[in-house]
């Protein structure tokens, strides 16, 4: 099973790439994207602005974009079983959970809701014209480590 401390800056780059694009294909403003923290170390984070009135559509985007990050790094890697792997991406695991509680997802519906949502973004990378989106963005952190509102549509969108 893939450990996330084992992350280099270009994996890193695509995991938080994956949360960042589908962010912005669902309407997401991102905010900013980074793979570093404050110390330095390899973690990242993506902030997006959502205008959503409707919570169960808002919580659906949310949990989407969560599991961005890990199919994005899933298919970067070459790795075929996500589901299995999902729960080494702690944070995005939860963040997924909580936004299908959000969207109304009882525990009984959650592993099919998940399975449905996991089809969804792996169809948005399985585009190629996405996949070469996601691919700019993630050049573009590596080299910066941290993209704000402007430089992150000047990658996505290009």
């Not at 970067?76 to 080494?88: I, P, T």
């Amino acid at each position: 099973m893939f450990d996330p401390d084992d992350l280099d800056d270009e994996t890193a780059a695509y995991h938080e790439a994956g949360h960042a694009l589908v962010a912005h294909l669902l309407g997401g403003e991102v905010v900013q994207c980074t793979i570093e923290d404050e110390d330095g170390d390899l973690h990242g984070s993506t902030t997006v602005r959502w205008r959503l009135a409707d919570p169960t559509e808002r919580a659906r985007r949310i949990g989407l974009s969560a599991l961005g990050g890990p199919l994005a790094e899933a298919r970067f890697r070459g790795d075929v079983d996500v589901l299995e792997s999902l729960a080494a991406w702690e944070d995005d695991w939860r963040q997924a959970q909580q936004a299908m509680a959000a969207a109304g997802a009882g525990p009984a519906q959650q592993k099919q809701l998940l399975g449905r949502w996991v089809r969804e973004v792996a169809a948005l990378f399985a585009d190629e014209d996405t996949w070469e989106r996601l691919c700019r963005v993630a050049d573009a952190l590596a080299a910066h480590g941290t993209l704000d509102e402007e430089l992150f549509v000047d990658a996505a969108d290009g």
